[in-house]
């Protein structure tokens, strides 16, 4: 089985700034790793997946994740963050056998001030 | 760009009282998925559903739950008796293929059991 935690449950920051959140996975086999994002009254959107190959995965609306077999990590990160990021995030992982069974990290709630 | 839309965006409902939940999914989609977050908690996988039956479910997902795709378009989760501990959010989703195909949510139905 997998899980996933992700440590910081709020992330205030302010407009034009870099925003990094952090997310860590815990897995016996190989993972599939995935950011979504819930913005106020929607439904969960994919950011971006790492499924194989580049570490390095970009996504929609200038996020970015790094993958860290070493540190088993999967941190999301955007350089300059707008007023409209301001949403949760959710880190998960799955197994590639089970790849729709998704266990879903707590979130992160980002808000974004000018 | 298609969408997965639930309805109703909120329900309110007695305890042992009956509920469904209705899905839409994407049109050209063969697998269909429930997830739920009660408030305050992770997003769970509650079942998936593929060619007419369940492929998978979960623990949770006990003898008062069950899914069915009445026609070619609406996707529902019953549950018969409901309890308080129902209250949670619900999401659907559906996805094209099995493999490495990502996972549509819709924007879930809040479910307040009082």
Known sequence: AQSVTQLDSQVPVFEEAPVELRCNYSSSVSVYLFWYVQYPNQGLQLLLKYLSGSTLVKGINGFEAEFNKSQTSFHLRKPSVHISDTAEYFCAVSDPINDYKLSFGAGTTVTVRA | ?114
């Open chain 2, 1 to 114: 760009e298609p969408e997965v839309t639930q309805t109703p965006s909120h329900q309110v409902t007695q305890m042992g009282q009956e509920v469904i939940l209705r899905c839409v999914p994407i049109s050209n989609h063969l697998y269909f998925y429930w997830y739920r977050q009660i408030l305050g908690q992770k997003v769970e996988f509650l079942v998936s559903f593929y060619n007419n039956e369940i492929s998978e479910k979960s623990e949770i997902f006990d003898d008062q739950f069950s899914v069915e795709r009445p026609d070619g378009s609406n996707f529902t989760l019953k549950i018969r008796s409901t309890k308080l501990e129902d209250s949670a959010m619900y999401f659907c989703a559906s996805s094209r293929n099995r493999d490495n195909s990502p996972l549509h949510f819709g924007n879930g139905t809040r479910l307040t059991v009082t």
